[in-house]
C-alpha cells in the first residue's frame, strides 16, 4: 500500500475509505481537486479524473482498450497457460478490440440491441420480477443481490443470450470476468469450457438459422454476409452475459442502497413511477458498478496538461467523472429528477454499452415494482462489498420489508 499521503487509487483500499461505501468519492474529490490528471506511481498508469477530459479521451482513437494479449503475455508461463481459456475469450471481444476489427465485432450484436427488443422483452422482466418478489414477501424480506437483482438479470440475460436450458446453472453467480483475469483467478475456467461446450452443440443451427433462440435471431443476418469464427461467436455471446449480468445485477444493488440512504427519494420514486428511466440514469450516476477503464495510449498525447508517451497506461475513473461538480451540480447529491443521461457509466464513444437500453429498462423495472409493493427498509446498515477498487459491486444486501397497499 503507498503512504496514505500519496496520490494514488490504490488508497481506496484502506479502511477508511472502505468501511464507507460513499466515503470513496471524498477521496476521488481529493485527487481531483489536488490535480485532475496526474501519475500514479504505483499502479504504473496515468489516473484522468474530470468529467470533460474523461468524456473526450474516451472518444480519442490514439486510446486503446486491447490489453488482454499484453497482459497474458506478461505472465509467467503457468499462469498463463492455465487462465488461456479466458484471455483468448475476452480477447474476441469486441469490448477489447479497436478498429477495424471491433466495428467487425460489434456488427454482430448491434443489430439485434433494438428498442424494439427491449420492449419486447419488458413484460418478461416485470413477470420475474414480480415471481421473485412474491417469493420475498413472504419472508418479510430478502437479500437483495441474491434473492432479487442476480436472478432477475440472469434470467433475462438466459433468454437474451439464448442459454440452453440445461446450462442455464452455469449462469448462477456470475463473475466479471475481467476481473477474474486480472486477477489471474483460475476459478471460472471449468464454468467457461462448460458453458462452451453447451454453446457448440447448436453450432449448426446457429449458422444456419434455424435456432429459434433470441441469441440466433440477433446474429443470423450478420452471419449470412460476415466471416465470423466459432470462437468470435463465443465471445460476444460470453460478453453479453457478463455485461448483461453481473453489471447489471450490481447497478440495481447499488440503486436500491442508494435509495435506502434517501428514503425521500424512494418515495418520490414511488408517487412518480413516470420519472423511473430518468431515475435510473441518476442511480447510475450515483453509484456505478465500474468505477474506471485502462487504456493505452497508441501514440503520445496531452492531457490536462501532461504530456502522456506512447505505450503508457491511462485509467479513466468515471467514478469520479459522474461526481464532477464541473459538470453536475452538487454531484454528491442525490435527485432523481436530475437529466444525467450523459453520465460516464456506459463509456463513451465507440465502446459505449450496447446494452444500455436494456440494463435501464432491467433497473427501471426492478425498482418500480419493488417500490410498488413494498414500504423498504435497509437492515444492513454497513454493507460488505467486492474486495476491488474498481468494481462497486455489493457482496449482499439483507432488506426488510412491509406490503404497500
Same mark, same amino acid.
Given at each position: 500500500?503507498?503512504?496514505?499521503?500519496?496520490?494514488?487509487?490504490?488508497?481506496?483500499?484502506?479502511?477508511?475509505?472502505?468501511? &464507507?461505501?460513499?466515503?470513496?468519492?471524498?477521496?476521488?474529490?481529493?485527487?481531483?481537486?489536488?490535480?485532475?490528471? @496526474? @501519475?500514479d506511481e504505483w499502479m504504473r498508469t496515468w489516473v484522468v479524473l474530470g468529467y470533460d477530459?474523461?468524456?473526450?479521451?474516451? +472518444? &480519442?482513437?490514439?486510446?486503446?482498450?486491447?490489453?488482454?494479449? #499484453?497482459?497474458?503475455?506478461?505472465?509467467?508461463? !503457468?499462469?498463463?497457460?492455465?487462465? !488461456?481459456?479466458?484471455?483468448?475469450?475476452? #480477447?474476441?471481444?469486441?469490448?477489447?478490440?479497436?478498429?477495424?476489427?471491433?466495428?467487425?465485432?460489434?456488427?454482430?450484436? +448491434?443489430?439485434?440491441?433494438?428498442?424494439?427488443?427491449?420492449?419486447?422483452?419488458?413484460?418478461?422482466?416485470?413477470?420475474?420480477?414480480?415471481?421473485?418478489? &412474491?417469493?420475498?414477501?413472504?419472508?418479510?424480506?430478502?437479500?437483495?443481490?441474491?434473492?432479487?437483482?442476480?436472478?432477475?438479470?440472469?434470467?433475462?440475460?438466459?433468454?437474451?443470450?439464448?442459454?440452453?436450458? +440445461?446450462?442455464?446453472?452455469?449462469?448462477?453467480?456470475?463473475?466479471?470476468?475481467?476481473?477474474?483475469?486480472?486477477?489471474?483467478?483460475?476459478?471460472?475456467?471449468?464454468?467457461?469450457?462448460?458453458?462452451?461446450?453447451?454453446?457448440?452443440?447448436?453450432?449448426?443451427?446457429?449458422?444456419n438459422g434455424t435456432a429459434q433462440d433470441l441469441f440466433t435471431q440477433m446474429i443470423a443476418?450478420?452471419?449470412?454476409?460476415?466471416? @465470423?469464427?466459432?470462437?468470435?461467436?463465443?465471445?460476444?455471446?460470453?460478453?453479453?452475459?457478463?455485461?448483461?449480468?453481473?453489471?447489471?445485477?450490481?447497478? %440495481?444493488?447499488?440503486?436500491?442502497?442508494?435509495?435506502?440512504?434517501?428514503?425521500?427519494?424512494?418515495?418520490?420514486?414511488?408517487?412518480?413511477?413516470?420519472?423511473?428511466?430518468?431515475?435510473?440514469? !441518476?442511480?447510475?450516476?450515483?453509484? #456505478?458498478?465500474?468505477?474506471?477503464?485502462?487504456?493505452?495510449?497508441?501514440?503520445?498525447?496531452?492531457?490536462?496538461?501532461?504530456? %502522456?508517451?506512447?505505450?503508457?497506461?491511462?485509467? =479513466?475513473?468515471?467514478?469520479?467523472?459522474?461526481?464532477?461538480?464541473?459538470?453536475?451540480?452538487?454531484?454528491?447529491?442525490?435527485?432523481?429528477?436530475?437529466?444525467?443521461?450523459?453520465? =460516464?457509466?456506459?463509456?463513451?464513444?465507440?465502446? @459505449?454499452?450496447?446494452?444500455?437500453?436494456?440494463?435501464?429498462?432491467?433497473?427501471?423495472?426492478?425498482?418500480?415494482?419493488?417500490?410498488?409493493?413494498?414500504?423498504?427498509?435497509?437492515?444492513?446498515?454497513?454493507?460488505?462489498?467486492? &474486495?476491488?477498487?474498481?468494481?462497486?459491486?455489493? +457482496?449482499?444486501?439483507?432488506?426488510?420489508?412491509?406490503?404497500?397497499?
Open positions: 500500500m503507498p503512504d496514505p499521503q500519496t496520490p494514488s487509487l490504490l488508497n481506496l483500499f484502506s479502511p477508511e475509505w472502505s468501511a &464507507d461505501p460513499y466515503g470513496v468519492y471524498a477521496y476521488y474529490r481529493e485527487l481531483r481537486e489536488a490535480s485532475p490528471v @496526474y @501519475y477530459e474523461i468524456s473526450r479521451l474516451s +472518444k &480519442d482513437e490514439r486510446l486503446s482498450g486491447a490489453r488482454i494479449g #499484453s497482459f497474458h503475455e506478461q505472465l509467467p508461463s !503457468e499462469v498463463r497457460a492455465e487462465i !488461456e481459456p479466458l484471455a483468448n475469450a475476452l #480477447s474476441d471481444m469486441m469490448l477489447f478490440n479497436e478498429p477495424p476489427r471491433h466495428t467487425r465485432l460489434r456488427r454482430l450484436v +448491434k443489430p439485434g440491441l433494438t428498442p424494439r427488443l427491449v420492449r419486447e422483452m419488458r413484460p418478461a422482466i416485470e413477470k420475474l420480477a414480480d415471481e421473485l418478489l &412474491d417469493r420475498a414477501e413472504e419472508r418479510g424480506g430478502m437479500d437483495v443481490v441474491h434473492d432479487f437483482s442476480e436472478p432477475l438479470t440472469r434470467g433475462v440475460i438466459a433468454r437474451l443470450a439464448g442459454v440452453p436450458e +440445461k446450462a442455464g446453472h452455469l449462469l448462477e453467480n456470475w463473475p466479471g470476468l475481467l476481473h477474474e483475469f486480472f486477477t489471474q483467478s483460475r476459478a471460472e475456467i471449468g464454468r467457461i469450457t462448460e458453458l462452451r461446450t453447451a454453446f457448440e452443440e447448436d453450432a449448426e443451427g446457429r449458422r443476418e450478420q452471419l449470412q454476409y460476415g466471416d @465470423y469464427s466459432d470462437d468470435e461467436i463465443f465471445a460476444n455471446f460470453l460478453l453479453l452475459i457478463d455485461a448483461g449480468q453481473a453489471t447489471t445485477t450490481h447497478l %440495481i444493488g447499488n440503486a436500491v442502497l442508494a435509495l435506502a440512504h434517501h428514503p425521500d427519494q424512494a418515495e418520490l420514486l414511488r408517487q412518480r413511477p413516470d420519472l423511473g428511466v430518468q431515475a435510473a440514469h !441518476e442511480l447510475l450516476r450515483y453509484d #456505478s458498478s465500474v468505477q474506471f477503464t485502462t487504456r493505452a495510449a497508441l501514440t503520445a498525447l496531452e492531457a490536462g496538461g501532461h504530456r %502522456i508517451p506512447e505505450g503508457d497506461s491511462v485509467t =479513466l475513473v468515471l467514478g469520479s467523472g459522474n461526481r464532477d461538480p464541473l459538470h453536475y451540480a452538487e454531484p454528491d447529491r442525490l435527485d432523481i429528477t436530475r437529466r444525467a443521461a450523459d453520465h =460516464l457509466s456506459f463509456g463513451h464513444g465507440i465502446h @459505449y454499452c450496447l446494452g444500455a437500453s436494456l440494463a435501464v429498462a432491467e433497473i427501471d423495472v426492478a425498482l418500480r415494482r419493488l417500490l410498488e409493493r413494498t414500504g423498504l427498509r435497509q437492515v444492513d446498515t454497513r454493507p460488505q462489498w467486492m &474486495d476491488s477498487i474498481n468494481f462497486r459491486m455489493l +457482496k449482499r444486501l439483507p432488506v426488510t420489508f412491509e406490503r404497500v397497499h
